[in-house]
């Protein structure tokens, strides 16, 4: 089975020269096995620091918002 993801231009480029002759797929799944993460494969600091933690906290929010929500529909 095979599933569809995005991805952006730059990390595209950095997988496809990482390739070769190998399918991503590959490449990913040989990376993983070896004990390193996808941003190993993908390439690190995509984000600036502190996105990751802002990100989360949205998130939470979002979750908390959505959660009174349905409390409020459900009264």
Not at 28 to 43: M, N, P, Q
Request: charged letters at 45%.
């Amino acid at each position: 089975m095979s599933k569809n993801i995005s991805i952006s231009d730059e990390v595209y480029r950095k997988l496809k020269r990482e390739k070769g002759e190998r399918s991503f797929s590959e490449v990913i799944e040989d990376r993983l096995e070896s004990g390193g993460k996808l941003a190993d494969v993908a390439g690190q600091r995509i984000f600036e620091e502190g996105t990751h933690e802002e990100v989360k906290d949205d998130i939470g929010q979002l979750s908390e918002g959505t959660l009174d929500r349905l409390d409020d529909e459900t009264r």
